[in-house]
């Protein structure tokens, strides 16, 4: 029975509809961006403490250190190092059982050749080949298909971090067009 107008279905309805308001969580961290995409949310996180290394052991992630900055080295911008590829390639590999494979056999040739106590110029020497193989898009041998998935991993981890995509590519968020010109010239 109605009272005062109202039946107890919508009564209940009202009740639900303010729990629910209440329970969801307007303003909090989780819809503001406290996530792995700080940069591009309202809030930013405070920069984090060097995490320990997920997957490879410390003298290989030296080498895989070694190989980022020999492929985006720091010039007049900042480099693989700065932008965190390293702990990014452990990251992605740690969770990719077909790169841990590819990442063991061509970490397991850098050691056998050395590779920390090359010079720089010996280095790029023993590299260039690897490189050259990645770029033409066939490698052959097991250091090819690493060197090949290093490159593409030092180049996803650079510019999808914030010194890549904003610093270098000069990206500036979803910004609105005001004025879409279209195309300008006669066809």
């Known amino acids: 029975m109605p009272l005062n107008g109202e039946s107890r279905r919508s009564a209940l309805k009202i009740i639900g509809a303010i729990g629910t308001t209440c329970a969801f969580p307007f303003g909090s961290d989780e819809l503001y961006g406290q996530s792995e995409h700080a940069a591009h949310s309202l809030v930013q996180l405070k920069q984090a403490a060097p995490a320990s290394p ?74 260039t080949p690897l490189s050259i193989a990645a770029d033409a898009h066939k490698p052959g041998s097991d250091a090819d298909r690493f060197f090949a998935a290093m490159k593409n991993l030092t180049a996803d981890g650079y510019f999808t971090s914030k010194i890549g995509l904003i610093q270098q590519l000069g990206y500036k968020g979803n910004a609105v067009v005001p004025d879409f010109q279209g195309c300008t010239h006669e066809h």
């Open 54 to 127: 997920r997957y490879f052991a410390e003298t290989d992630l030296k080498l895989i250190s070694r190989l980022a900055d020999l492929i985006i080295p720091d010039t007049d911008t900042p480099g693989a190092i700065t932008a965190g590829v390293p702990a990014y390639i452990d990251s992605v590999v740690g969770s990719n059982q077909q790169h841990q494979g590819t990442f063991r056999k061509g970490l397991e040739w850098l050691r056998a050749k050395d590779f920390l106590s090359l010079t720089e110029e010996q280095q790029i020497a023993l590299l």
